[in-house]
């Protein structure tokens, strides 16, 4: 039998509070260890030398051990979960102020707010392409 845990940093309280509302949301599909723990540190240092201190999906089964981070962790989040529940965890992370599906939801806003800009300073200055600038 596969175990696959969602590994986080349990100094972080955000951090801990989003991973017990994952581990609740996958329905039993995944639980959640700390990468504070000295077992699952001396797991990483074997399987991934230099690891870093980020969100990971680790599944054991038996001797094999594989590690997800980054788009291949959320790729694999949502094989494992199907579209319905990962879209409740994709939820709950931005409602903790997280990151979803690599979007940093702030930066997109501004991003949102600043092409609006350029759309209203483009409709006041007009579309001619032979206006010069000064």
Do not use: K
Not at 11 to 39: D, F, M, N, Q, W
């Amino acid at each position: 039998m596969t175990e696959r845990y969602l590994l986080y940093d349990s100094g972080c309280s955000v951090c801990a509070a989003l991973a017990r509302e994952v581990e609740t949301r996958s329905g039993g599909r995944l639980g959640v260890r700390s990468l504070r723990e000295p077992e699952i540190q001396a797991l990483l240092d074997r399987v991934r030398p230099g690891w870093h201190w980020e969100p990971m999906l680790v599944e054991i089964e038996g001797e094999r051990v594989r590690v997800f981070t980054g788009l291949a962790m959320r790729m694999r989040l949502l094989q494992l979960l199907g579209p319905v529940r990962a879209l409740r965890v994709a939820r709950a992370v931005a409602r903790f102020g997280g990151p979803v599906l690599g979007v940093d939801w702030g930066r997109r806003d501004f991003l949102r707010r600043a092409l609006g800009a350029l759309a209203g300073w483009i409709a006041l200055r007009g579309l001619d392409p032979n206006a010069e600038t000064t």
